[in-house]
Nanobody, 119 residues
Framework: QLQLVESGGGLVQPGGSLRLSCAAS????????IGWFRQAPGKEREGASC????????IDADSVKGRFIISRDNAENVVYLQMNSLKPEDTAVYYC????????????WGQGTQVTVSS
């Protein structure tokens, strides 16, 4: 079984940046494509970004394209989400998700990390 843990969330002002990290407390992260999903209170969960297991391809939702950068360092067993030019509408709990491949089956979820964008 794969267990995921997110970190790096917090409170930032609009226009600011945060970097989220996803690591495996159990299992090997490099065996999976990794996506970042987010959910705001009262709203449905949505995908933000995903990176293939090898790191050779990524996909981004239109809402974050050009602002968020997903990357991975398989040698360090970690996936990052660099979030720039943050907007209040980016406020959500962000979840790290392991998939068989991007746009494929969601297999494992982390517990989430809160990101709040407010002045």
């Amino acid at each position: 079984q794969l267990q995921l843990v997110e970190s790096g969330g917090g409170l930032v002002q609009p226009g600011g940046s945060l970097r989220l990290s996803c690591a495996a407390s159990r299992g090997i992260l490099s065996a999976y494509a990794i996506g970042w999903f987010r959910q705001a209170p009262g709203k449905e969960r949505e995908g933000a970004s995903c990176i293939s297991s090898s790191g050779d391809s990524t996909i981004d939702a239109d809402s974050v394209k050009g602002r968020f950068i997903i990357s991975r360092d398989n040698a360090e067993n970690v996936v990052y989400l660099q979030m720039n030019s943050l907007k209040p509408e980016d406020t959500a709990v962000y979840y790290c998700v392991a998939l068989d491949y991007c746009s494929g089956t969601e297999e494992y979820w982390g517990q989430g990390t809160q990101v709040t964008v407010s002045s």
